[in-house]
């Protein structure tokens, strides 16, 4: 079930919002035009340049705010949201791809099959097929006797029974667009239809066909509905060769086009960030520990302070740091495989979780494995899950572009999905590290045993990124459906409480109120201090609209400043 508003009252607020930009839109194009009839710019020179420069920031000001409005849309299209299909058949029993179609009608490959898309807050399309609709299109006459009519329901049902849900990430999209329906083969295997429908040809010209014939054969449709219905339909291009191109016929088709062109915006825009992230922590990971380097060393005694609270450090080499897990009393020589990313990420764990490093470095003395070490495994690790492994040629992954094929993984989908984590890397190194404790007790593994416990960590992310977690709680939800009840470091509510102080468990309630928010302030922001809602927006601009209109007729369509809503189909 979705969380936040429902999909009614989310395209009222779609809609209030869209009334909103187009009367921005036609303010800053009516201000244009009364420019260009040079209305009120009499004058002498000197008060010409003033209104020139007055001009200036009014169209600054209003190109911002219709700029600013046009972000909460946006963001309002980024909220769950579903929409209602009709996809072909061969597509909802997972038949393979589009049929060939010929002059003789259709057949049951051939017919559209209702659908429900549903779009969650994590950008996860799902299709389900709607529960109690029959498939089928074809007419039993009004003669046929009880055993024909049996057998087309036994047919119908057997039929919706072999429909299949299907689920799809934003990983799996190459684009989305809104498209028209070409009335027949021969007109979209034309020159000027081959170049509209592209990739979408075969997919178009089947589901076309289809809905010409579903709404053909529809008894009472009016003519116009009909030819609206087969119009308008909204393409998928999946990024797998083996998914074939997908057209959904839909009365929402430009808006359902919207919202995932949104949905699909954020994800690559988070792919790009997360790769720019990715580069940043390889590139510490190539910067070698150097003893004489001030930044190094203020991060080795940042390390020191949450390793050894309120005892002073001496001397960079001390036997202390065996206590602290690293191999000898100069730590800078366990960093050589790691750089400087291996005393990042613990100098990153000791300082956001605390209390949990601390009881992780009181353990040492019942523990068989040294903490700093295994922390460098674990980034070693982690940079193998995400494609960064160099090779000794660092250049190869500064210069890989974000959306080359050599960064796909399950790990960087995962990061891509986090988008509201700064530092995601890091707090997976934190979580790997706290569970590689807790597999080395539950295993009992003493010091000889760790590549294996290591590897059974490995394991673990690996199988559960493989199940497309959204969120880092689903993560670690299902992490503990394979991991043992025993806590090593925390345990029960004080665990809880760690990651709830810590802002790790995030649900969707929160971030409904949280995008609430953020559209209330963004609106705010854009049409002045106090003015909160859709409403008083409309108002505040259809009175500047009113304004201008007093210098200039205009021809307005209806009898208001808006054109008459369309009715909900």
């Known amino acids: 079930m979705m969380s ?181 083969a021969a007109a979209a295997g034309s020159a000027s239809g081959s170049c509209e429908y592209g990739e979408y040809g075969a997919a178009a010209v089947a589901v076309g066909e289809a809905a010409c014939a579903t709404t053909s054969e529809a008894a009472g449709a009016a003519t116009g509905e009909a030819s609206a219905l087969r119009s308008c339909a909204v393409a998928f291009d999946w990024k797998s060769e083996s998914e074939a191109a997908l057209c959904c016929v839909s009365p929402e088709a430009e808006e359902a086009g919207e919202v995932i062109g949104a949905h699909l915006r954020r994800y690559n825009q988070s792919r790009v960030a997360a790769v720019d992230r990715l580069k940043a922590v390889h590139a510490l990971k190539c910067t070698p520990y150097s003893p004489g380097n001030a930044s190094h060393e203020r991060l080795l005694r940042r390390l020191w302070a949450v390793g050894f609270p309120g005892v002073p450090l001496e001397h960079t080499v001390t036997d202390h740091w065996l206590h602290l897990g690293f191999q000898s009393a100069d730590p800078a020589t366990d960093f050589r495989g790691m750089g400087i990313l291996g005393l990042a990420n613990l100098v990153y764990f000791g300082e956001h979780y605390p209390d949990v490093f601390q009881r992780l470095v009181t353990a040492q003395g019942k523990r068989d494995y040294p903490l700093a070490c295994a922390g460098i495994n674990v980034t070693s690790m982690l940079l193998e899950l995400v494609h960064m492994r160099d090779e000794g040629s660092p250049h190869l992954v500064q210069e890989r572009p974000p959306f080359s094929e050599e960064w796909d993984s399950d790990m960087l989908t995962f990061f891509c999905h986090m988008f509201y984590r700064e530092r995601p890397f890091d707090d997976m190194y934190c979580f790997s590290l706290r569970a590689l404790d807790r597999l080395f007790v539950s295993m009992d593994a003493d010091c000889a045993d760790f590549p294996s416990v290591l590897a059974a960590l490995r394991w673990r992310i690996t199988e559960t990124l493989a199940q497309r977690p959204l969120s880092f709680s689903e993560f670690k939800r299902l992490v503990r459906l ?64 009113r304004d201008l209109s007093s210098l200039i007729p205009m021809q307005l369509g209806g009898t208001g400043l808006l054109k008459p809503r369309p009715k909900d189909t």
Request: aromatic letters at 4%; glycine letters at 6%.
């Open 4 to 184: 936040g508003p429902s999909p009614l009252a989310l395209r009222e607020k779609k809609r209030a919002l869209l009334e909103v930009i187009e009367l921005q839109r036609r303010l800053i194009q009516q201000h244009e035009d009364n420019e260009l009839q040079g209305v009120g710019r009499e004058g002498p020179a000197a008060q010409t340049v003033h209104a020139s420069n007055q001009e200036l920031r009014w169209y600054a000001n209003q190109t911002k705010r219709f700029e600013k409005l046009k972000h909460v849309l946006d963001t309002l299209r980024l909220q769950p949201d579903e929409f209602s299909l009709l996809v072909p058949h061969w597509w909802a029993t997972g038949r393979g791809s589009a049929p060939s179609f010929s002059s003789q009608g259709s057949s049951r490959s051939q017919q559209l099959v209702p659908y429900m898309l549903r779009i969650n807050a994590r950008s996860q399309l799902t299709f389900v097929p709607n529960p109690g609709t029959c498939s089928s299109t074809d007419e039993v006459p009004a003669e046929a006797g009880s055993k024909k009519e049996a057998a087309l329901l036994e047919d119908c049902s057997l039929s919706e029974a072999s429909h299949l849900p299907r689920v799809y990430f934003m990983d799996m999209l190459r684009h989305v667009r809104a498209v028209r329906l070409p009335d027949s």
């Open 482 to 545: 394979t991991s043992p009840d025993s806590d090593s470091v925390t345990s029960g509510r004080e665990s809880l409480s760690a990651l709830s102080a810590a802002g790790e468990l995030v649900s969707e309630n929160e971030a409904q109120r949280h995008h609430d928010v953020e559209i209330g302030r963004v609106l705010a922001d854009a049409v002045g201090a106090g003015s909160r809602g859709l409403e008083t927006a409309k108002a505040r601009l259809s009175a500047s609209f």
